[in-house]
């Protein structure tokens, strides 16, 4: 097994002293438009993250047996070199963003992780926000394990992207310079995930890197003030409803729902996701109306706007 050092355990006293520093600054040199602290939020935030510690610690569990088995039945193997540590977490952070990008579009995965959203503060604090139930993330990984690399490995790379993204969950730092925010992560950035704006929804899902984003077209830059929290926000402290309240809604839906499409469409389809209601026409037959109602303008066609 490889000896690789516990990141997030060696990183705990710069989390305590960077907060610390943060809730200083925030008192001595106050920025009205930003969010700022609020005490039962942060507490929420805080008890959130130990919370997790615990249930993390119990996910492992079942995790660990399944890339054992998966590592021992491949012929591949990844050493842990000076040079292949860099490649894997490379790796790692590219099988991130396609988790992160997944836990945002599929609800039962927002179930997961719309806990580390539920704020609508945005300080180091909201790092430590981290969800009770992040069995769903695992499966995402299982190809670095199948080529090889030992469950030890990608746990510290992990643990690496995780320490990483501590520091960007602040409104103290304005931009990095251009190349910075070019290939990296950056507060900037990641106010923008963390944002509720039509406009800002489902973008930037990097870890480490921003590169991803701007490759598959999920890159938005900061411009507006963001408006951090939910589109429906959670007006609770009680760690057990931040923990469970997406798939109390889901249970909900479920029991309403009039079938097993309705009820499919409920789990796995986006979180705004509805059916159509009953008796609407559908879209198809709404675009065909419409263009058989509408007057050809000289120039157009079919579709295309002619408004400025």
Same mark, same amino acid.
């Given at each position: 097994? $490889?000896?690789?050092?516990?990141?997030?355990?060696?990183?705990?006293?710069?989390?305590?002293?960077?907060?610390?520093?943060?809730?200083?600054?925030?008192?001595?040199?106050?920025?009205?438009?930003?969010?700022?602290?609020?005490?039962?939020?942060?507490?929420?935030?805080?008890?959130?993250?130990?919370?997790?510690?615990?249930?993390?610690?119990?996910?492992?569990?079942?995790?660990?047996?399944?890339?054992?088995?998966?590592?021992?039945?491949?012929?591949?193997?990844?050493?842990?070199?000076?040079?292949?540590?860099?490649?894997?977490?490379?790796?790692?952070?590219?099988?991130?963003?396609?988790?992160?990008?997944?836990?945002?579009?599929?609800?039962?995965?927002?179930?997961?992780?719309?806990?580390?959203?539920?704020?609508?503060?945005?300080?180091?604090?909201?790092?430590?926000?981290? $969800?009770?139930?992040?069995?769903?993330?695992?499966?995402?990984?299982?190809?670095?394990?199948?080529?090889?690399?030992?469950?030890?490995?990608?746990?510290?790379?992990?643990?690496?992207?995780?320490?990483?993204?501590?520091?960007? %969950?602040?409104?103290?730092?304005?931009?990095?310079?251009?190349?910075?925010?070019?290939?990296?992560?950056?507060?900037?950035?990641?106010?923008? %995930?963390?944002?509720?704006?039509?406009?800002?929804?489902?973008?930037?899902?990097?870890?480490?890197?921003?590169?991803?984003?701007?490759?598959?077209?999920?890159?938005?830059?900061?411009?507006?003030?963001?408006?951090?929290?939910?589109?429906?926000?959670?007006?609770?402290?009680?760690?057990?409803?931040?923990?469970?309240?997406?798939?109390?809604?889901?249970?909900?839906?479920?029991?309403?729902?009039?079938?097993?499409?309705?009820?499919?469409?409920?789990?796995?389809?986006?979180?705004?996701?509805?059916?159509?209601?009953?008796?609407?026409?559908?879209?198809?037959?709404?675009?065909?109306?419409?263009?058989?109602?509408?007057?050809?303008?000289?120039?157009?066609?079919?579709?295309?706007?002619?408004?400025?």
């Amino acid at each position: 097994m $490889p000896n690789l050092p516990d990141v997030v355990l060696w990183s705990i006293p710069a989390f305590v002293l960077l907060t610390v520093v943060e809730v200083v600054s925030c008192r001595l040199h106050p920025d009205e438009d930003a969010e700022g602290y609020e005490a039962k939020d942060a507490a929420t935030s805080v008890g959130m993250g130990l919370g997790s510690l615990v249930f993390d610690f119990l996910w492992k569990i079942p995790i660990v047996a399944v890339y054992t088995a998966v590592y021992e039945l491949t012929p591949l193997r990844v050493p842990v070199l000076w040079w292949t540590v860099p490649l894997m977490l490379l790796a790692q952070d590219f099988f991130y963003y396609w988790s992160h990008r997944g836990h945002h579009v599929i609800r039962i995965l927002w179930a997961c992780h719309v806990v580390h959203h539920s704020s609508r503060k945005f300080n180091f604090t909201t790092a430590l926000r981290q $969800p009770w139930t992040s069995l769903t993330v695992w499966p995402f990984y299982l190809p670095l394990i199948a080529a090889g690399v030992h469950p030890a490995a990608l746990a510290f790379c992990s643990s690496a992207n995780l320490v990483y993204q501590f520091w960007i %969950h602040t409104e103290r730092i304005d931009k990095m310079p251009r190349w910075f925010e070019f290939v990296l992560n950056t507060p900037s950035h990641h106010r923008v %995930h963390h944002a509720s704006q039509g406009g800002y929804l489902d973008r930037n899902f990097g870890g480490i890197l921003i590169v991803w984003d701007r490759l598959f077209g999920s890159f938005v830059a900061e411009t507006t003030r963001p408006v951090y929290g939910l589109t429906k926000n959670i007006d609770t402290y009680n760690l057990l409803k931040v923990a469970t309240h997406e798939y109390v809604s889901i249970a909900k839906d479920l029991r309403a729902a009039r079938d097993w499409r309705e009820r499919a469409g409920r789990v796995f389809r986006g979180p705004g996701w509805g059916p159509a209601p009953a008796g609407a026409a559908s879209p198809a037959a709404t675009t065909a109306a419409t263009t058989a109602a509408s007057p050809v303008v000289e120039g157009t066609s079919v579709g295309e706007s002619t408004s400025a």
